[in-house]
């Protein structure tokens, strides 16, 4: 069976995949989408994945990979990986910190036998520290970065966002410190350490709001759907749903209020400037929402995009990839899977004009192709039965 070539991008790189759950697949996702030949290594016997092998997180997360099984616990099943690693250029892995010193395949176990391997860490809170030993999930983190105390309501408590954000970020940052490595070892030729982790993938995205605590010891609180500085900008009741509205500046308010038929808002003393739009939300917002609640959405959409006021709808899902912008952008794309039959996974968000990211196999099955692997390695079919016999691979 020939390897797995998604793309030309990054077809001549090799990655050991030792991840789980989602924030290392997550990074070695967009290595596989570009082309890198990885190698998913999993544990001999079945385990625990955080839900089925056949459902949408896990094939979302796996396609185009190889997949073999290994016994990292024992010498011989090491032994294969650390011959692996000198055909390799990136090793990627989640554990618990302590838990690759412990396996032996620890950065510097693995620079001894291959001087140009980047292995790639990410972890819940850092490879050392208070919390190095903490469990980390990506609620714990949205909660400890503070994602958690600007989402939502004030009146809810705090929010984790709808989505794994934290583990996702921290996958795609670990992802771009991989590239960055691999950019060096060009003149280098060295590897090095490559770390993410979920805290500060989540401090990341919190971007202005973290920054106006760290430069001017702003805490920023929740503000629901409005903007935290520039209002109106909400979510906004039509007549028959909501829509996004996003209004900053005074050039933008005087065109939103003639858009509206509201001329009397911009005659309101406290609705002359920025700040005291911000600090008059609430009233803002209710006499909006007066206005907005007369017509449909679709209604409003046309009218304030005819001005030139940026606004959209607010989906569920079904919308979301009904929509002739997401079609067209190809958001999501088929791929056919040898028991599930053809199912469609989430395309590569990052495009290249000349060597394409593509969705060319689905998640493989486990251990799929580890007799394949072994022997690119050199390994006589005796060897291998040998090894499956002995519960190595």
Not at 112 to 129: C, E, H, K, W, Y
Not at 265 to 291: C, M, W, Y
Request: proline share 6%; glycine share 8%; aromatic share 6%.
């Amino acid at each position: 069976m020939p390897k797995i070539s998604a793309s030309s991008a990054l077809s001549r790189f090799r990655v050991l995949d030792l991840s789980r759950v989602r924030a290392g697949p997550a990074c070695v996702r967009q290595l596989a989408d570009f082309g890198a030949d990885v190698i998913k290594i999993e544990n001999v016997n079945p385990e625990d994945l955080a839900g089925p092998r056949e459902g949408p997180d896990f094939q979302n997360l796996h396609r185009n990979k190889r997949s073999m099984t290994l016994n990292l616990k024992s010498q011989e099943g090491l032994k294969i990986f650390m011959d692996l690693v000198k055909t390799a250029d990136v090793v990627v892995e989640n554990y618990r910190p302590d838990v690759k010193f412990r396996l032996g395949i620890d950065y510097e176990s693995l620079r001894a036998v291959n001087p140009r391997i980047i292995l790639t860490s990410i972890s819940g809170f850092g490879q050392d520290g208070p919390y190095e030993r903490r469990p980390g999930f990506d609620q714990l983190a949205q909660g400890l970065c503070g994602l958690m105390s600007v989402t939502g309501n004030d009146s809810d408590g705090p929010m984790r966002v709808g989505a794994a954000v934290a583990d996702v970020a921290a996958g795609f940052l670990a992802a771009m410190g991989v590239l960055t490595a691999l950019l060096e070892r060009e003149t280098s030729g060295q590897g090095q350490w490559v770390q993410s982790n979920l805290l500060q993938a989540g401090l990341a995205l919190l971007d202005f709001q973290a920054a106006r605590y760290t430069i001017a010891g702003e805490v920023a609180k929740q503000m629901g759907n409005d903007h935290p500085t520039f209002m109106p900008t909400s979510a906004y009741k039509t007549s028959d749903g909501y829509i996004n509205i996003a209004v900053s500046g005074l050039g933008m308010w005087e065109k939103f209020c003639a858009s509206i038929n509201r001329p009397d808002l911009l005659e309101d003393e406290q609705f002359q400037t920025g700040p005291g739009r911000s600090r008059g939300r609430v009233r803002l917002n209710a006499e909006i929402n007066q206005t907005v609640s007369t017509k449909t959405t679709a209604e409003w959409m046309a009218i304030l995009l005819d001005d030139d006021i940026p606004c959209g709808p607010i989906y569920s899902m079904d919308q979301v990839f009904a929509d002739p912008q997401v079609k067209h952008l190809g958001a999501s794309a088929p791929v056919h899977h040898p028991e599930l039959g053809e199912i469609n996974l989430l395309n590569q968000p990052v495009k290249l004009s000349r060597t394409p990211a593509n969705l060319k196999t689905a998640s493989p099955l486990r251990g799929v192709h580890t007799n394949e692997i072994l022997e690119e390695l050199g390994l006589s079919q005796t060897t291998i039965d040998r090894f499956v016999a002995e519960g190595i691979v």
